[in-house]
């Protein structure tokens, strides 16, 4: 089991020393999947992790395609760190509950989750003018809200098999592999297919699902550019229905499996 950050680290918006070090990435990103945020907390968060694509390099730039590709990669790096509780720790957190109404509410906390992402990031976007710009460019904004909500599809996935009773094999790099090709080919885990499970870097293949996936899902995220706070209504209304439908599908799919094994009681 993976334990979830107690808490977001000290917020300093970005701009101290924090933000170049390789790992603060990673676990800014890991804090941004806990479901309960304030939203003043989301949006300095989000202006941390924005901050620290930029630190990165890919977030000065406008192009497509060289930013998706480093958000490809720099997934790979952040998916080991992203906190996947298992199924006692689940049960625990939601009231004992297990099966399908567990999974009801993951799904629905989920979606809530992005779209909060997208209300914030669309809200900071709204104030980018009054912001120095070296912090609240565009392609480091909407780099850092893909690697957010990706992040909390991914987290859902991986919970999502620990409800239907089919966790995902492996630790590390090897289990994050898994979870990106389950995100990007919006399945669950086939342990029957070529190579799962042994697999410890993403092939070309699974790559160029990947990076197409973000493209779609990246698409969606420029609708937070939009004037004022439309731009945040629309995004936050994207995210919760995109979440939803993956997590909708994400179900179908285990429940083919899912065996409703006897369940101790668990104490809240």
Known sequence: MVTPPSSAPPDDGGTSGTAGREDALPQTVASLTAAELEPAQRRRLLGRLANQVRARGPGRTLRVRALLRWVADSL????????????????????????????????????????????????????????????????????????????????????????????????????????????????????????????????????????????????????TLGPLLTGAAVAGYLNHRATRALGEQMRRDLARGYVPYPLPRVEP
Do not use: C, M
Not at 102 to 120: D, F, I, K, P, Q
């Open 76 to 223: 790979v790096e952040i998916a080991p760190h992203i906190p996947i509780r298992d199924l006692e720790t689940l049960r625990r957190h939601h009231d004992g509950l297990a099966g399908e109404a567990l999974a009801e509410r993951l799904v629905r906390h989920a979606a809530r989750a992005t779209a909060a992402v997208g209300a914030a990031s669309g809200g900071v976007a709204a104030v980018k003018w009054a912001a120095p710009p070296a912090l609240l460019s565009a392609p480091a904004l909407l780099a850092a809200e893909t690697l957010a909500v990706v992040a909390i599809e991914v987290k859902l996935i991986g919970e999502l098999h620990e409800v239907y009773r089919q966790p995902l094999p492996g630790t590390g790099t090897q289990r994050a592999v898994t979870l990106l090709q389950a995100w990007a080919g919006r399945r669950g885990f086939n342990p029957t297919a070529p190579g799962a499970g042994i697999a410890t870097v993403l092939s070309t293949a699974a790559r160029k699902e990947l990076r197409e996936r973000l493209v779609r899902r990246f698409g969606r995220n420029l609708t």
